[in-house]
């Protein structure tokens, strides 16, 4: 077991495994926010209960945080390995011949959703934090429309998030198949399971993308 | 056809290599790439330089010796052959085609072309094998029934040259699809099941400790191998290391 921990496999399994929990951590966020252009009081009541609710809060949110810091140190540390593994350069490499740029390109597409995701906690978690544990506000259970009404008022701002769902897709067009791979799921069924995650890795950020231009025009 | 070659020159292990031009002659499409060396080395050593040094040996594909990084790829731009089985008649007249050897800090450059690719033998050499009485006693393979798929598999797998074509693609310079090949070859069959735990974990173990890169599922390795070496043998690998791992 000692050198599991170590070992380039572990590495690679681990990272498959956060990526997952985030991908599905990601359905969750979305099918909330996708309440929000047809049901303002629906979008209220589900903010309400995440925002409240203790095993959500205390538990769940912490699990969280620690997946997506986990994925990116990780992801770091794999990058700066693998570049090692190779001190001197091709003076002509063809990538694009054999791998697409999606599967070669993760840390930059990790990197812009890291930026993003550094932007949103600015726009939502912050905030929400201050409210709820600085200034100890009183709760409010109507006030989650209105607010996310608010951080999408700004043309560039919801432009900003249009863009970081694009790299989002990027990211898990070659992420979210690959995981199959990574924990060793390659059979016949492999060719279902890689189209529903290529299908998901639009369909979902694309969702994203009408919520956001929605709440914009909506305001 | 007339070509520009731009060719990595190293004098040695140590000294630091640049890529130098040539112009080769008269080179026809049915030659063999490493023939179209051949012709540049005559030239060379006409004019009284040192020919280009690069690994070869059977030239007919089948031992695994040619490498080359050719126009940033490993063995050129075709598909399922290797150096010494690709043909003139891929590139046109007036070409510029680059030259270099597989790069992995694993394979480090001895000289020109030739890279030490002995990394390959001791990952085989830390569990590549199956333990077999050869004393006399020895069982006919052909008495243990095996199942055709699992055989199928197993062979193909096995085709596997150790060129280290995979490293040289791969983005990470990761030798998975070789480890995982040889993995797999044994794994698939009653006669490997013997040794299956320690081999995965050994040979793993040497992978890693031979500073090759972490595999990312680019998917390079198979694209670029000669042999058509299936990415299903990672997974396998995957599975068969972290069960081993499991158990201990």
Redesign the interface.
Known sequence: ?G??I????????AMALSGLFLVFFLLQHFTINFTSIFSEDTFNELSHFMGTNPLVQFVLQPVLIFGVVFHFVMGFI?EI??R????????????G????WM??N?IYSGLVVLAFLGLHFYDFWVPEMVHKYVDFAPEDPTRYYTELLHRFESPVRTGVYILSFVFLALHLW?GFA?SF??????NKYSVGATKFAKAFSIVIPLGFIIVAIALHFTH | MNLTLKIWRQKDATSKGAIVDYQVKGIEGDMSFLEMLDVLNEQLITKGEEPVVFDHDCREGICGACSLQINGEPHGPDRLVTTCQLHMRKFNDGDTIYIEPFRAKAFPVVKDLMIDRSAFDRIQHAGGYISVNTSGNTIDANAIPVNKDDADESFEAATCIGCGACVAACKNASAMLFTSAKVSQFALLPQGQVEATDRVLAMVNQMDEEGFGNCTNTGACEIECPKGISLENIARMNREYLSASLKG
């Not at chain 1, 170590?6 to 399994?13: D, E, F, L, Q, T």
């Not at chain 1, 090692?84 to 990538?95: I, L, Q, S």
């Not at chain 1, 011949?97 to 697409?100: D, P």
Request: aromatic letters at 8%; proline letters at 0%.
């Open positions: 077991m050198g599991l170590k070992s380039s496999i572990a590495r690679k399994v794999l390995k693998n090692n593994a190779r001190a001197v350069k091709y003076a002509k490499y063809n990538g011949a054999n791998a697409s599967s070669r993760m070659h690959s791979q990574s924990v060793g799921f390659n």
